[in-house]
């Protein structure tokens, strides 16, 4: 099909182009030849009279024409692909698609568990892609690189709908042997503290909040797994910071504590986010719904 003399096939080329920055691996990810891309960009820089990928070295860099154009590239074929996959009749028990979620390790710990064991049960064709949260999480859900996200609000973006899945306050754990009796915020301040550093960049949201509240941390060891925080506090007098729901779900360690912070911290209010143009996807929808259940 073409519009305007463009081959319309050849936006897919170009978008493969753009994302991997190699001809070689687009080419593979089209299932096409190394020559017949090199062919595709020629004929993109033909049509747009602009070189659009540049040869530097032992790699190519976006022409300006190009970092222009990518973005409304990767829109337009958002835009088709969920025009194609939209149905009216949605059957989760036949649904085959492959859902893309960007989360943080915390959602991972937490909710990911129940909701895809809920989903082997409930839509057992579908396939998910579980992706680490970075430090722009929403500007994967903004190139169509993901479908959904599940972030801090502070994370997520004005540009596209979403909704608060649920508030989570924070407490933190703390070796049994220090006793039940709240922290006070001499002792939160000068402990050391297990602190959770997200591995692809970033701050960690405990530390944010409590810079906000004034209230200081002495990270004594930063982990990027919440998974090793528990490991880290048993035996020591270091304290760590955490959602509740990750607390709660440490409990079953005998020699951990769950004890109130010095002061209440604002909670975290984890949103679950969507591109705007699937809004009314029913494979979304679904899950959208199916998120909610999950984290009642």
């Known amino acids: 099909m073409r519009f305007k003399n463009l081959d319309l096939n050849l936006l897919a080329a170009l978008d493969a182009l753009f ?87 915390y959602s991972l710990f937490t909710i990911i568990p129940p909701f895809l064991a809920a989903m082997a049960q409930r839509a057992p064709r579908l396939s998910f892609d579980i992706r680490a949260q970075q430090t722009l999480p929403h500007l994967l859900l903004e190139r169509g690189d993901a479908d959904l996200l599940i972030a801090p609000k502070q994370f997520c973006s004005d540009d596209h709908p979403s909704e608060i899945l649920f508030t989570d306050d924070f407490c933190c754990i703390v070796d049994a042997a220090r006793g039940p009796a709240p922290l006070s915020r001499a002792e939160f ?47 020591t007098q270091r304290i760590a910071l955490v959602q509740r729901r990750l607390a709660m779900s440490y409990a079953a360690h005998p020699n951990l504590r769950i004890v109130e912070p010095p002061i209440i911290l604002p909670a975290l209010e984890q949103t679950l986010q969507w591109r705007e143009h699937r809004d009314r996807d029913p494979l979304i929808a679904w899950l959208r719904s199916q998120l909610r259940a999950i984290c009642i």
């Open 189 to 235: 301040e000068t402990c050391g503290h297990v602190v959770m550093q997200p591995p692809n960049g970033g701050e960690s949201f405990a530390v944010r909040i409590c810079r906000a509240a004034g209230l200081s941390m002495r990270e004594e060891v930063r982990t990027f797994s919440f998974a090793s925080m528990p490991l880290f506090v048993n035996g």
């Open 19 to 105: 994302r991997h920055r190699n001809v070689s691996r687009a080419a593979e990810e089209m299932f096409i030849t190394q020559s017949a891309m090199s062919n595709a960009l020629a004929r993109l820089r033909d049509y747009f009279n602009d070189p659009l990928l540049v040869q530097i070295g032992r790699r190519m860099d976006v022409s300006p024409l190009g970092e222009t154009l990518a973005g409304q590239v990767r829109d337009i074929l958002v835009q088709i692909e969920t025009a194609t996959h939209t149905v009216r009749d949605f059957d989760p028990a036949q649904a085959a698609q492959r859902v893309t979620m960007i989360v943080s390790d």
